[in-house]
C-alpha cells in the first residue's frame, strides 16, 4: 500500500529564513504529489501539485517543490519564511490512473519565530 | 464563487447515537470525497462519490454511509457513535472522479462524549 512520510513533526524557524520540509513517499508507480496547508480549525489549501513535467513546480504564497523519483521525495521548500505561515503542513499522494483517493502524510507543524 | 461549504461547524453527541455530515461541493464540481482528520494526524480517505455512487471506500468500517444527490451534494451518515469518532470530518470536491484537483471544505468537528 502507498505511504507517505513526512519525518518533522514540528519544525521552527525564525521569520525571513529558508524553509525545507520533508516528504517521503512508498509506491512504485508515478504518484501525482500536492502539499496542503491548515490553520488552526480551518481546512486544507492546496498550495502545490506535481502531476509531470518539469520536476520543480511553484505554487502559492512564495512555496515550491522538487520532485525527485530517485530519492521519492517531494521536499517543500521557501526561501523567507513570514509569520502569516505558521500552520500545519501535509504532503499527499495520489496514485495516477485509476486510484481516486489520497493519501497524506502525518503533518509538519510549522512555528515562525518574530 | 462559493468554495466547498459543510455544515454544521461543530457538532456534540453522545456515545451510540447517529451523526449526518453534510457538504455542497464547489460550484461545477461532480465528485465529493470524505475524510476523517482525527487530532494530530494527517487526514483519512472515507469515501468517494461520482454520479450518485460510491466509487471507492477506504479502510472504515460499514457503520460510516453516505450519499450523493442529483445536485452532487452529499451526506456522511455515522452509525452507533464510539469516542474514537470524535475527529475533524472533511468533505473535498473536484470535477470527474480520477486525476484532478482537490478543493477542501472548512470540516465539521463532531464530538462524541
Known amino acids: 500500500a502507498q505511504s507517505v512520510t513526512q519525518p518533522d513533526i514540528h519544525i521552527t524557524v525564525s521569520e525571513g529564513a529558508s524553509l525545507e520540509l520533508r516528504c517521503n513517499y512508498s509506491y512504485g508507480a508515478t504518484p501525482y504529489l500536492f502539499w496542503y496547508v491548515q490553520s488552526p480549525g480551518q481546512g486544507l489549501q492546496l498550495l502545490l501539485k506535481?502531476?509531470?513535467?518539469?520536476?520543480l513546480v511553484q505554487g502559492i504564497k512564495g512555496f515550491e517543490a522538487e520532485f525527485k523519483r530517485s530519492q521519492s521525495s517531494f521536499n517543500l521548500r521557501k526561501p523567507s519564511v513570514h509569520w502569516s505561515d505558521a500552520a500545519e503542513y501535509f504532503c499527499a499522494v495520489r496514485v495516477s490512473g485509476s486510484a481516486r483517493q489520497l493519501t497524506f502524510g502525518s503533518g509538519t507543524q510549522l512555528t515562525v519565530l518574530p | 464563487d462559493a468554495g466547498v461549504t459543510q455544515s454544521p461547524t461543530h457538532l456534540i453527541k453522545t456515545r451510540g447515537q447517529q451523526v449526518t455530515l453534510r457538504c455542497s461541493p464547489k460550484s461545477g464540481h461532480d465528485t465529493v470525497s470524505w475524510y476523517q482528520q482525527a487530532l494530530g494526524q494527517g487526514p483519512q480517505f472515507i469515501f468517494q462519490y461520482y454520479e450518485e455512487e460510491e466509487r471507492q471506500r477506504g479502510n472504515f468500517p460499514d457503520r460510516f454511509s453516505g450519499h450523493q444527490f442529483p445536485n452532487y451534494s452529499s451526506e456522511l451518515n455515522v452509525n452507533a457513535l464510539l469516542l474514537g469518532d470524535s475527529a475533524l470530518y472533511l468533505c473535498?470536491?473536484?470535477?470527474?472522479?480520477?486525476?484532478?484537483?482537490?478543493?477542501f471544505g472548512q470540516g465539521t468537528r463532531l464530538t462524541v462524549v
Open positions: 473535498a470536491s473536484s470535477l470527474g472522479a480520477v486525476n484532478t484537483e482537490a478543493f
Open positions: 506535481y502531476f509531470s513535467g518539469d520536476t
